[in-house]
């Protein structure tokens, strides 16, 4: 069964903690992508890979940091330097060569700070 | 100004009724647009792929898109309380692209 798989669901940060959310694909899709999505408000990227061992800075990329070692697999870590990290956390792959554009979205972490 | 514009709602409706939701964008090189449906606390999930101008029709869901004005559109018909969630458009210049995405526009279908 083909998806991606974000964990944990939800996660709790203490201030001045890294946290990292993990974000895995089955579906051999080249890119994937982080977005960070707040209440009532639309997608804001962080990062994005296209290629493995390659990523580049999205929109929001201060206070944040991924790696991209295996084609499956694009871990976020949230730093303490991110002074608001509370939001609804969503990793989303693509495959640029499918007919179908479109982008395949995980369900989501939500981090929450305490 | 953001690239896409989308107006967040809520937008309430009758259940059976059409719901109409529209996006507007600036840049012209958008040929690649689609729409999601996100539930309260889910990732969104692709609901219509439309390339370039036209309809597209998908059983009750209809996109449209008018690049001369810059503008799409997705229309529900027979609207159900089902269909209660936001939807997001999104759209890009190139198959390989990153998708921008608008706002999103939360819709409540009372029964």
């Known amino acids: 069964d083909g998806g991606i798989t974000q964990s944990p669901k939800y996660l709790f940060r203490k201030e001045g903690q890294n946290v990292t959310l993990s974000c895995e694909q089955n579906?051999?899709?080249?890119?994937m992508y982080w977005y960070r999505q707040d209440p009532g408000q639309g997608l804001r990227l962080i990062y994005y890979?296209?290629?493995?061992?390659?990523?580049q800075k999205g929109d929001i990329a201060e206070g944040y940091s991924v790696s991209r070692e295996k084609k499956e697999s694009f871990p976020l870590t949230v730093t303490s330097a991110q002074k608001n990290p509370t939001a609804f956390y969503l990793c989303?792959?693509?495959?640029?060569?499918?007919?179908?554009?479109?982008?395949?979205f995980g369900s989501g972490t939500r981090l929450t700070v305490v | 100004q953001k690239e896409v514009e989308q107006d967040p709602g809520p937008l309430s409706v009758p259940e059976g009724a059409i719901v109409s939701l529209n996006c507007t964008y600036s840049n012209s090189a958008f040929q690649y647009f689609m729409w999601y449906r996100q539930y309260s606390r889910k990732g969104p999930e692709l609901l219509m792929y439309?390339?370039?101008?036209g309809n597209k029709e998908d059983g009750r869901f209809t996109a449209q898109v008018d690049k001369s004005s810059k503008y799409i559109s997705l229309f529900i018909r027979d609207s159900q309380p089902s269909d209660s969630a936001t939807y997001l458009c999104?759209?890009?210049?190139?198959?390989?692209?990153?998708?921008?995405f608008g706002g999103g526009t939360r819709v409540l279908v009372k029964p």
């Open positions: 999104a759209m890009s210049a190139a198959a390989g692209n990153k998708l921008t």
């Open positions: 989303a792959t693509h495959n640029p060569g499918h007919i179908n554009y479109g982008y395949t």
């Open positions: 890979s296209q290629i493995v061992n390659d990523f």
């Open positions: 439309t390339y370039s101008s």
């Open positions: 579906l051999n899709h080249d890119a």
